[in-house]
Nanobody
Framework: VQLVESGGGLVQPGGSLTLSCAAS????????MSWYRQGPGKEREFVAL????????NYAGAVKGRFTISRDDDKHAVYLHMNSLKPEDTAVYYC???????WGQGTQVTVSS
């Protein structure tokens, strides 16, 4: 199993960023996928989940309405589209397969002016 996140970086408050997670080594279309994050000095926390089949989604209250999770089963990828970013969104963002379970290595997102 391998999960490789990308797309992190430095963005100004109010900006947007899209994270990608490329998955391999398991039957991607059979599994729900999720994103977690860990801010400086904080515990890792749930961000978003997308199921399969059905594509049902669930979000943490802090990101609901600003973040959107999506997936492309043909590309074996899951995405996190982040809008209206705030400094408190600064964290390492991790891709996670709850049923395996398995974590990616993370990608840093920094929201700062």
């Amino acid at each position: 199993v391998q999960l490789v996140e990308s797309g992190g970086g430095l963005v100004q408050p109010g900006g947007s960023l899209t994270l990608s997670c490329a998955a391999s080594g398991f039957t991607f279309s059979h599994y729900a996928m999720s994103w977690y994050r860990q801010g400086p000095g904080k515990e890792r926390e749930f961000v978003a989940l997308i199921t399969n089949p059905g594509g049902f989604t669930n979000y943490a209250g802090a990101v609901k309405g600003r973040f959107t999770i999506s997936r492309d089963d043909d590309k074996h990828a899951v995405y996190l589209h982040m809008n209206s970013l705030k400094p408190e969104d600064t964290a390492v963002y991790y891709c996670y397969v709850p049923s395996l379970p398995y974590w990616g290595q993370g990608t840093q997102v920094t929201v700062s002016s």
